[in-house]
């Protein structure tokens, strides 16, 4: 061998032994997207500047914010995997889901892999799915689920994945060794229990079969805050409690979700406390403070490290994101004294902005924020404008969600939890390094880490015993 093709040889040991000492997984997650296709606004005019302004949403710069996402994706982040947890289109309407699957078939050819699932907002059921023409608006054409299912063949919904027969959920194994369950929440935040028994059947055969699983869904898991439930509408999935459980239950230890347009992890167990799982819901792309998340996974999948990244810089303009921080406010202002309360309009923008920051524990903002309510709280109970029981309710509320705690007051359950970065530990992976498939068997039989003999060494990826070694076969 001459000595150029010993430096070559030598040289390619040490790249494949560096990249195996430091390999880890990368998965971007983004939501609410809510991404307008240009030619749905004909003529600008009142019936869209009407509709802006009954909107928290920066919906007039979707296209540009998700167009930005798409190239720093590509060009930047370059993860293995993107998850899309729901509300891709504006409304429902073809024309956004044709323009959505257009940047994501870019995220394709550069050999990016993505998974969705559909928001309450794809299927176009609010009335607001219309062309804007000046003044008037005509109806769009919208999506129903077979045409999802269609669109988003290459995201989840083609023969690479195993679909549940009565909705749009689906598992998959993007990546040798970890499942993806995307879980259909409906337009109502709806899981039936004919879908739930199937996702947890997916979630221990995976588990038994010595691989990890996360889940994908569009409506938050739990409440992260006291009393949002009863309080926000479609805050938080129907039957939260017994979707929470059986997907505990089953094993899955986090679940990324959307649709609240908040940052916020918050951490719950089953009924018994005894199996943990962690809600990762990302805020909007297209409302402040215009979030998505970057998820490294250790290659055995037992760590999962969460940060969190905003995009504040739009077409050039370096004060985009404090315009949409004001956007924000002002929508939130304007809500409270539509309704009456003209005087907490201040404050409430103040708790809304410093929730939607997240960490608002660490927040001194929040902090002021949290005691000029509980103060104006007060004068409201002496002054008689609500009832005592209510007033208190409120204050939990205010309590719970400016200093990020979830199940507040629920002893055993109660958890405060960082929002932006976080690390997440799952045992239920195995801790081995990542191999090929290729090595050499030893002494000894194949066993799932669920103690399962195998009569041959495993074909299919997974993580296994053989012998006295954990391996990872991709």
Not at 262 to 287: C, P, Q, R
Request: hydrophobic share 40%; glycine share 8%.
């Amino acid at each position: 061998m001459n000595s150029f093709r010993l430096h070559l040889l030598l040289l390619g040991f040490f790249l494949l032994g560096w990249k195996g000492a430091d390999a880890h997984i990368k998965v971007v997650v983004i939501t609410d997207t809510h991404v307008m296709a240009p030619e749905l606004l004909v003529n600008d005019g009142m019936a869209f500047q009407n509709f802006l302004m009954a909107d928290r949403k920066i919906v007039d710069c979707s296209k540009a914010l998700f167009d930005t996402m798409i190239e720093r994706i590509k060009t930047d982040i370059k993860p293995d995997l993107v998850f899309f947890t729901g509300d891709l289109s504006k409304d429902g309407e073809k024309v956004s889901h044709q323009y959505v699957k257009a940047k994501l078939d870019e995220l394709k050819e550069a050999g990016i892999q993505t998974l969705v699932i559909p928001g309450n907002h794809d299927w176009g059921t609010n009335g607001n799915a219309v062309y804007y023409d000046g003044d008037t608006t005509t109806p769009a054409e919208v999506a129903d689920n077979e045409y999802f299912a269609a669109t988003y063949a290459d995201y989840g919904y083609g023969a690479m994945s195993e679909r549940e027969e009565t909705s749009l959920t689906y598992v998959c194994e993007p990546i040798g060794g970890l499942v993806v369950i995307g879980i259909d929440s409906g337009r109502e935040g709806q899981v039936s229990a004919t879908t739930l028994d199937w996702v947890s059947q997916k979630a221990k055969m995976a588990l038994a079969s010595g691989k990890q699983v996360v889940a994908l869904m569009h409506h938050p898991l739990v409440p992260h805050f006291h009393g949002c439930e009863r309080y926000v509408e479609l805050s938080v999935v129907a039957n939260y409690e017994t979707v929470r459980n059986a997907l505990a239950d089953a094993g899955i230890q986090v679940v990324f979700t959307g649709h609240f347009h908040m940052s916020d992890i918050a951490k719950d167990f089953n009924a018994d406390l005894s199996k943990s799982i962690y809600d990762v819901s990302t805020g909007s792309l297209i409302s402040y403070p215009c979030d998505y998340r970057e998820v490294t996974l250790s290659d055995d999948f037992t760590t999962m490290d969460i940060t969190t990244g905003h995009i504040t810089d739009l077409g050039g303009d370096a004060e985009f994101g404090n315009k949409a921080k004001e956007r924000l406010r002002t929508f939130i202002q304007s809500e409270f004294a539509s309704r009456g309360y003209g005087m907490l309009k201040k404050q409430a923008a103040n708790a809304i902005v410093a929730y939607a920051e997240g960490d608002e524990h660490k927040s001194a903002d929040a902090a002021s924020t949290l005691k000029s309510l509980l103060a104006y709280a007060s004068i409201a109970h002496t002054f008689g404008i609500k009832s005592k029981e209510t007033i208190a309710d409120l204050q939990k509320m205010v309590k719970s969600m400016l200093t990020d705690r979830s199940a507040y007051g629920e002893e055993g359950r109660e958890n405060q939890t960082d929002d932006l970065s976080l690390t997440i530990s799952m045992p239920n992976a195995i801790v081995a390094p990542a191999t090929d498939g290729n090595q050499q068997e030893t002494q000894g039989h194949w066993y799932t880490l669920t103690g399962i003999p195998q009569k041959n060494k495993p074909t299919e990826s997974g993580v296994f015993i053989q012998g006295d070694k954990k391996i990872v076969i991709r």
